[in-house]
């Protein structure tokens, strides 16, 4: 209930009176900090100077935390148990969706992390059901990229299906270019620039630029894929759930 009152007050109030009420419900706010008119329903905010967060979004997360000059756009979605940590001059454009499913569907910990000065663009979706992890000086540049960190992998007859899940890890200095979709479990290192359309299904190690693969075959094989993955336990999850090590 807290959080949704704090919201509503944040929604309706000028950005003054948005962080008056922010600082008296408990979180650090520094200064010269603009709030537009958007619902920031969380009550675990932490935020540097000089910081600015548009009109229109929809803040649903479990945490925020904005150090100095971070910036969030206009119309943005953010729901679901995770973190938004963005770095000095880190920020998130317009449109963009960030979506994590409720604890049961998911489990632990996730976090999106931008470095500093690394921004996501405009009308992108990331899947945070892992952890996504920016580098600094890094840019998911254009619209529509995909970042997910779940997938499925059914048996060849009948009902059988596991789901796959891994953390993304891009590094510093690293472009990637409209339309892309990343798979779970993948990591990009430092200085690489990936062409626009690429889908991203392993791990890219050698600097320089990717374009999109050609299409190949992959021999089908419900156990062999099991065997090489790790089976989350303990987390009283409403599926059978395997993670990429």
């Known amino acids: 209930m807290?959080?949704?009152?704090?919201?509503?007050?944040?929604?309706?109030?000028p950005s003054f009176l948005g962080v008056y009420f922010l600082r008296l419900f408990?979180?650090?706010?520094?200064?010269?900090?603009?709030?537009?008119?958007?619902?920031?329903?969380?009550?675990?905010v932490k935020i540097g100077n000089n910081v600015c967060i548009g009109h229109g979004n929809l803040i649903l997360n479990k945490r925020i935390v904005l150090e100095d000059q971070a910036n969030i756009g206009y119309l943005n979605i953010?729901?679901?148990?995770?973190?938004?940590?963005?770095?000095?001059?880190?920020?998130?454009g317009n449109r963009n969706y960030l979506t994590r499913g409720v604890k049961?569907?998911?489990?632990?910990?996730?976090?999106l992390e931008l470095g500093e000065l690394t921004k996501i663009t405009t009308g992108h979706h990331l899947d945070l059901t892992r952890s996504i992890f920016f580098g600094d000086f890094s840019i998911l540049a254009g619209i529509r990229s995909q970042l997910w960190t779940h997938g499925y992998y059914?048996?060849?007859?009948?009902r059988d299906r596991i789901r796959i899940d891994g953390e993304i890890v891009v590094g510093d200095n690293v472009y990637i270019g409209s339309g892309?979709?990343?798979?779970?479990?993948?990591?990009?290192?430092?200085?690489?620039?990936?062409?626009?359309?690429?889908?991203?299904?392993?791990?890219?190690?050698?600097?320089?630029m990717y374009v999109n693969q050609g299409l190949r075959f992959i021999e089908n094989d419900f156990e062999k894929i099991k065997g090489k993955l790790k089976e989350v336990k303990g987390f009283e999850l409403i599926e059978q759930v395997y993670t990429k090590e």
């Not at 953010?78 to 920020?91: C, R």
């Open 104 to 111: 049961g569907i998911t489990y632990g910990e996730s976090i």
């Open 78 to 92: 953010l729901k679901g148990p995770f973190t938004l940590l963005l770095h000095k001059s880190g920020a998130i």
């Open 154 to 158: 059914h048996s060849e007859l009948g």
């Open 26 to 44: 408990g979180n650090e706010v520094g200064k010269n900090v603009k709030i537009g008119f958007s619902f920031l329903g969380t009550t675990n």
């Open 180 to 208: 892309c979709i990343f798979n779970p479990g993948v990591e990009i290192s430092n200085a690489i620039h990936i062409g626009g359309g690429s889908v991203i299904s392993k791990s890219l190690e050698k600097q320089g």
């Open 2 to 13: 807290k959080r949704v009152i704090l919201g509503l007050i944040v929604f309706i109030s």
